[in-house]
């Protein structure tokens, strides 16, 4: 059950004002069937009221939505082997997960096909309009090696926005220290370790504001 995933969506999906709860925890959702159309998985999570015109969904990030980029990359994060894919019809597709990313519970809520991993694509290919996923597993990481260099890079800029995306979602970056390579690699180095998740927190914080 790819319960993170759903998890991911309702964070999606909260900013756009379509869901609404109280202080009561909610139950969690069972994950829909693999091959739902829209107005079906618009009813299973409630938003049959819902009314949303998304034209395209491009994505970047790391392995939290990598869609199989890492599949034609010279890098040992890959995830085209089993057990990886069991639940997204048995086949790996370089997902690192069992089954669809939170990218791909978004795409078929907005009635659109999962964006490829653009790394498999030909540049003519690369000409659709539905949207793009450019997203590489250990991405992440990045985060932690910018702090090497003092500053983020300056190529964070409005270049996207100058393109013409107008809706952004960005998901919180997760304690690092608590990535089973961390805890394996830098084991009874705490003060790193906990270097580490200050450096989520300060991003995050940043993020919120």
């Known amino acids: 059950m790819n319960y993170a995933s759903l998890c991911f969506l309702a964070l999606f ?3 756009l004002g379509l869901i609404y709860t109280d202080s009561k925890p909610l139950p969690p959702l069972p994950v829909p069937p693999f091959n739902i159309p829209q107005a079906e998985i618009c009813r299973y999570l409630g938003l049959d009221y819902c009314s949303i015109n998304l034209p395209a969904l491009y994505v970047v990030g790391d392995s939290i939505v990598d869609a199989g980029n890492n599949n034609y990359l010279d890098t040992a994060s890959k995830a085209n082997y089993a057990p990886y894919g069991i639940d997204f019809g048995g086949v790996a597709t370089g997902r690192p997960t069992n089954g669809r990313t939170f990218v791909d519970f978004i795409a078929q809520v907005v009635g659109l096909p999962f964006p490829p991993p653009v790394m498999g694509l030909s540049e003519s290919q690369r000409n659709i309009t539905t949207g793009l ?4 597993s250990s991405g992440g990481n990045d985060l932690v090696l910018y702090w090497q260099f003092g500053k983020l890079p300056e190529q964070f800029s409005t270049a996207i ?8 979602v960005v998901n ?8 089973p390579v961390n805890l394996h690699q830098k084991a009874n180095k705490t003060s790193v370790l906990e270097d580490m998740n200050e450096r989520a927190a300060l991003f995050n914080g940043f993020a919120s504001t």
């Open 13 to 15: 999906l909260l900013p």
């Open 133 to 136: 996923n450019y997203g590489s």
């Open 161 to 168: 926005y100058e393109l013409g995306a107008r809706k952004f």
């Open 172 to 179: 919180n970056a997760f304690p690092f220290r608590c990535q």
